[in-house]
């Protein structure tokens, strides 16, 4: 019997995540929100550290998840889920810190 996921956040919606991170071979490092394609999905695509081009060119390796599926994964993701369209952050481990970035000027996002 599986556990069920905690709900973080209320309807969070779908999401796009590399398959590295649900079979535990990557760590998340990248986080993008796109419009949404469908009235589920939420926009968000969350790549890991060990994800490559050839890796992400195949559509097999992006997975349709409940973004408190991801947020279980890696809770530093509740604190990013009303960042717009358009937000392309990165997750920055340090010292057991977790800060995210923008990776268009390399600022700290401060988060509430």
């Known amino acids: 019997m599986t ?10 919606g ?13 760590h998340i490092k990248w ?3 796109e ?3 469908n009235p589920i999905d939420n926009g968000w695509r969350i790549l890991s550290d ?5 890796f992400l060119a195949d559509p097999n390796n992006l997975v349709v998840v409940d973004f408190n599926t991801v947020c279980a994964i ?6 990013i889920y009303a960042l717009p369209v358009g937000a392309d952050i990165q997750l920055v481990v340090e010292n057991n810190q977790r800060r ?7 600022q700290e ?4």
Do not use: H, M
């Not at 779908?14 to 990557?26: A, E, M, P, T």
């Not at 060990?50 to 050839?54: E, G, P, S, V, W």
């Not at 995210?100 to 390399?106: A, E, K, L």
């Open 35 to 37: 419009p949404s394609t």
């Open 31 to 33: 986080a993008l929100r």
């Open 109 to 112: 996002i401060p988060l509430p």
């Open 14 to 26: 779908g999401c796009l995540v590399s398959r590295n991170i649900l079979d535990g071979r990557g």
């Open 74 to 79: 890696e809770p530093a993701l509740i604190g």
């Open 50 to 54: 060990a994800d490559t081009d050839d």
């Open 100 to 106: 995210w970035y923008d990776n268009t000027t390399g």
């Open 3 to 12: 556990t069920p996921t905690p709900e973080f956040i209320r309807n969070a």
